[in-house]
């Protein structure tokens, strides 16, 4: 199954940005680490309609491309 999605980012020397109006798969994988879904339901708020509506920093790509997938 092929999935497709919209995000943008940028890399920094903190990490990585995920950019507003990026968007986030709504529904979370069961092989979702804990810690991710924290961070999911910690940025909550600023997902509306399955986009983000300010940019998020991340530690990592992995960890940005963990959270919108």
Request: charged fraction near 25%; proline fraction near 1%.
């Amino acid at each position: 199954m092929e999935r497709r999605i919209q995000v943008k980012g940028y890399r920094t020397k903190e990490g990585f940005v995920v950019c507003s109006g990026s968007y986030v798969n709504p529904n979370e994988a069961n092989s979702l680490h804990a810690w991710m879904s924290d961070s999911r339901k910690t940025n909550q708020d600023k997902i509306v309609d399955n986009r983000l509506t300010e940019d998020i920093s991340f530690s990592s790509s992995s960890f940005a491309l963990g959270f919108v997938a």
